[in-house]
């Protein structure tokens, strides 16, 4: 998500100014505020990496010091509704056995569709 947004650009000039295309374009593509975070989190963490582990071949780190990278407040997040006993049950017997699993999965971690859907045995 992030490379066509400041993949072309040196480290150095990484900061919260070359990010901001990134944060727009996503909150346009409808990304609630957390969604945007998880970029920047990574992108700080790359740049952290870069000004305290990641040494060139005269022993210098990539960068000299860290940009300061802020995360979206989070002002747009859903509010969780948890299933009663009751909706639980009624869900489960209008599903599909093969769904059920999924389901009862869904609920029992938390996880997102998405992310459910896109497990894979191995």
Known sequence: MLDK???DLPIEAVHMGTLQHFIAARKK???KSK??????QI?????NLAASEWMDSNNLTWLSNVPKTKLLPIND???PYPLNWDEQERLFNMLPLHLRRMVLFAVNTGCRDQEI???RWE
């Open 117 to 119: 859907c896109s497990l």
């Open 35 to 40: 969604t945007v975070n998880f970029g920047l």
């Open 77 to 79: 997040a859903r509010k």
């Open 5 to 7: 947004y400041i993949g």
């Open 29 to 31: 593509d409808g990304r």
């Open 43 to 47: 992108v700080r963490h790359i740049l």
